[in-house]
Each structure stands twice: as structure tokens, then as C-alpha cells.
């Protein structure tokens, strides 16, 4: 089985759903591309356009998706399986939690495609894939809660993997040790995670350890965490000092 298989949403059955649909709801919000009859279609712009743009469409899908908005059904299976592949990146790296991972995943992200507050500030899939992996570990972790499940910030973040070292690795690496030690906590990970997530949203990857502190991340990542942009940096900056005292030590 493989999350794909556990939604029941088949890419033919999107593609009908594209060309039926998408013509209204691009005349009804200009903001959508005009030019799109099948999903594979839809992909391929939402990685070639601006940020902002792809999370423009993403909102406007979130909207129509919302049960207590439009209620589309349609505009749902069309944004779940925009997100699949990141919700299968999710159902690997958790596979040693559930043999049934696949489908507890499917069934966050069809929650998240129906419900995720599309009015918030922060990027539509950023919060998305946040909240389906926050939820399904909360729902798979023993009493104690999921302390003891530290996630891979470089393979979330990243949408494509591969065998090669990166800053991404080493980073993914101390973040693993801080855990471990008590220097950095289950927040301070999920939080770091938001924050790489969205600064490989925001800038190029050669700007990117500028842009951790930077406006454009904290404001995408503070609706996230309940929090204040002001306090997002804050916080950022002293998991980069611990970070930074471990790599030296």
C-alpha cells in the first residue's frame, strides 16, 4: 500500500476532476493559472512559479476545499494529491511507528485538505505538511507523549533526496545529537523544522542561511506556532547558538 493507495484518489480520477472543474474555478479567482488540465500539469507550475504564486493557488484550493467554506469536495482530492508527495515523504521517515503508516497518513492529509485555515498568514503547505506530521505522530505515540520521536529536519524539508552530503545532513545530524542530549527540545525541533521549510520556500538555497532570521520566515512561520514573528527569531537564533556550540565541541 502506499499513501496514494490508502486516500483512494486515483491521478486519473484528478485529472477528470482538473478538466471539468478548473475552468470555473479559474474564472471565479483569477489568481489560478487559466492553463491547466491535469494534475501532473498543475505540479509542474505550482515548482516553477514564485512562492507567493503557488501559495495563492494552494490558498484558493484550501478555501474551496474548507467545510465550512465552499465545501468542494473536488477542490480537496485536487489539493491532497498536490501534496502527496510530501505526505509520502512523511509516511517514510514514520514507517517504524505504524505498519499501517501509509494509511494514517492518507487520512491526516485528507483531514488537513478539508480543514486547513486557509486565512492564516504562514504558507499553505508549509502548515499542511506540519500538521499532518505533528497529528499522526500524536496519535501513534505511546502516553508520554512524542518526545522520544525525533524527526529528520533534512529529509522533511527537502523535496527530493538523495545519497549525497549536504549542509541539510550536518544539520539533521546535530539536531539529532541536541535531542538526544536535552540541549534542544521536541518544540525547538519542530520549530526549526517550520523554519527550514520555510526558507527553502523564501530564497535560494544560497541565501538561505541569511534568510533563517529573516522577516519573510518568521512571518510565515509564527501563525504556525501561536507565536509572534519577534519570538520565532528569538528562539531561532538561540537553537542555532546551541547548534552552533555542539558543532564546535
Known sequence: ?????????????????????????????????????????????????????????????????????????????????????????????????????????AAHLWIQARTTPWRSRGRIAIGLRWRVWRYVVQELSPPEGIDGVVPDIASLVRPQSDDQRCPDDEISDLVTVARRSGDLTNDDILLLMAVLDASSAAVPDKARGAALLGDRVSDAVAPLHGTSPRSVRRRTRSCIETLRRLASA
Open 1 to 105: 500500500m502506499s499513501v496514494q493507495d490508502a486516500l483512494g484518489i486515483s491521478p486519473d480520477a484528478v485529472d477528470r476532476i482538473i478538466r471539468d472543474r478548473w475552468p470555473a474555478w479559474a474564472a471565479a479567482h483569477p489568481k489560478l493559472p487559466s492553463q491547466v488540465d491535469s494534475c501532473a500539469q498543475l505540479h509542474r507550475w505550482i515548482r516553477s512559479s514564485a512562492s507567493c504564486d503557488a501559495d495563492d493557488v494552494l490558498r484558493i484550493m484550501a478555501m474551496r476545499a474548507h467545510i465550512d467554506d465552499y465545501d468542494d469536495r473536488d477542490a480537496a482530492a485536487v489539493l491532497a494529491f498536490v501534496m502527496l508527495p510530501a505526505a509520502a515523504l512523511i509516511a517514510h521517515k514514520l514507517r517504524s511507528m505504524d505498519r499501517e503508516i501509509d494509511a494514517h497518513v
